[in-house]
């Protein structure tokens, strides 16, 4: 029974602990989209389109 006493308050403190982590995962936006992040990977990236150059490389020209 003398258990109970110590038991108890190390219980609701934990409890307690939780409810504030959730709190504030909630608040900061940690549960808004849990989903694309997962998802993102599965998708590729646009490939890099390379300009031509702008000058003109023909032999003809001297530098």
Do not use: C, K
């Amino acid at each position: 029974m003398s258990m109970l006493y110590i038991m108890v308050p190390v219980t609701l403190a934990l409890a307690i602990t939780a409810l504030i982590a959730y709190i504030w995962a909630v608040r900061n936006g940690q549960f808004d989209d849990p989903e694309s992040q997962a998802y993102r990977m599965l998708f590729e990236d646009e490939p890099v389109r390379r300009n031509p150059p702008d000058h003109d490389s023909s032999p003809d020209e001297t530098p």
